[in-house]
């Protein structure tokens, strides 16, 4: 950890020196060079917020970069006077890091002036800005542009304006990238989440109590794209990789809830977080929180629907889906993660609840049988 600090220090201190000593000595730069200096600031206030990430870890609260804020402001500034044009890409591209630094202050006001930027930058992109640098066409750049929209609004728990950014960036991702271009893929799971957040009622319903139909049906339709997702991932990267494993743990999590209808559920759910915690050990280790998390996962199925199927690392002097949560939150503890937590608040709900008798469910309608298939795939955030 602190020989990675003192690297990424000492590597941002040399790229502003060096982008410093272009700004101050350079009077009348070719075209090259300005974009040679551009790309230095932009490589720049990446590193500049790649080491805040790092310096934040086991912190509670959003990574702050002081320095990235001002750089990124100075980027637009810059990029507006030397390359002339509002929808230069160069001034387009500046105005998305500017956004990305602001989103990732994680104060609600600087989330609600990102989001204005991403929709003005999707619309700049719909209207045929041209490539930069050759790395993505402008379809994906507008794809990308409604994700982020998405991803602001979603932080600041405005999930159902945030569902329609996600559904445009997956319709206009399965037009111009194609249903299996990684990119769908991924916005495919995030609209996956942001449905179960808006369908977050059906969760947690009372022991014996029907879940809400309504709230159901959104949980099936997330449900059905994060297996499409997965399919897509794993038939197109081959092997083990974050994006994945992602997917596997968020479509786990949606059974674990959709076992509350359904049988099948409960047992695809088995099946999926077996799966899942074997590919966690092997990429991230065993105490990992993402690994931590997934145990705990199969503790609640346990907990829920008395299900004795599953391999639980239950090493402590207690052997039940009780004592496996419990370590679960002291290993999160010991990882630094914040009681307010997402993954925190979930397991410490799945503590207080007892769910129904053990291999009793309440009755399902028909509607709500449930069947897997299809494939489902991503998009990349930038």
């Known amino acids: ?50 080491y805040a990430n790092h310096m934040n870890q086991g912190r509670p609260g959003p990574p702050e970069s002081a320095v990235a804020l001002a750089r990124a402001e100075k980027l637009v500034d810059w990029s507006k006077s030397t390359f002339k044009d509002e929808t230069d890409m160069h001034v387009l591209e500046a105005r998305l890091m500017l956004a990305n630094v602001m989103r990732q202050r994680g104060r609600d006001s600087d989330r609600q002036e990102a989001y204005t930027i991403y929709v003005e930058l999707a619309k ?93 049906k959104g949980l099936r339709e997330a449900e059905q794209l994060l297996h499409k997702a997965v399919k897509g991932y794993t038939s197109a990267q081959k092997k083990v990789n974050p994006r994945a494993i992602a997917a596997k743990v968020n479509r786990a999590v949606l059974l674990v809830d959709l076992a509350a209808d359904s049988l099948d559920a409960e047992q695809e759910a088995t099946k999926v977080l077996d799966e899942v915690l074997s590919d966690c050990v092997d990429y991230y280790g065993e105490g990992a929180e993402i690994t931590t998390y997934v145990k705990a996962k199969q503790a609640e ?34 990882l630094g993660l914040p009681d307010n937590h997402p993954r925190v608040e979930d397991v410490k709900t799945a503590r207080k609840r007892r769910g129904a008798a053990p291999g009793s469910r309440p009755p399902a309608p028909q509607m709500f049988s449930m069947t897997f298939g299809g494939s489902h795939r991503q998009l990349k955030p930038q």
């Open 301 to 334: 199925v346990q907990l829920r629907y008395g299900q004795q199927a599953l391999n639980l690392d239950l090493n402590g002097p207690l052997n039940t889906p009780v004592a496996a949560l419990e370590r679960a939150l002291k290993r999160f503890k010991a």
């Open 1 to 50: 950890w602190y020989i990675m600090a003192a690297l990424l220090r000492f590597v941002k201190a040399e790229c502003w020196r060096l982008v410093d000593s272009f700004l101050n000595t350079v009077d009348s730069p070719t075209l090259d060079l300005k974009v040679s200096i551009w790309k230095l600031q932009w490589s720049a206030i990446e590193l500049e917020l790649e």
């Open 124 to 216: 700049a992109h719909k209207e045929g800005a041209e490539r930069i640098f050759g790395h993505a066409s402008s379809e994906e750049k507008l794809v990308g542009c409604e994700t982020l929209a998405g991803n602001a609004l979603r932080e600041m728990g405005e999930y159902k304006k945030a569902e329609g950014h996600y559904r445009t960036a997956l319709d206009l991702s399965q037009e111009h990238l194609g249903k299996q271009h990684v990119n769908t893929y991924y916005c495919m799971s995030n609209l996956a989440n942001c449905l179960r957040a808006i369908n977050e009622s059906a969760r947690n319903v009372p022991k014996g109590a029907m879940p809400d139909a309504e709230a159901m």
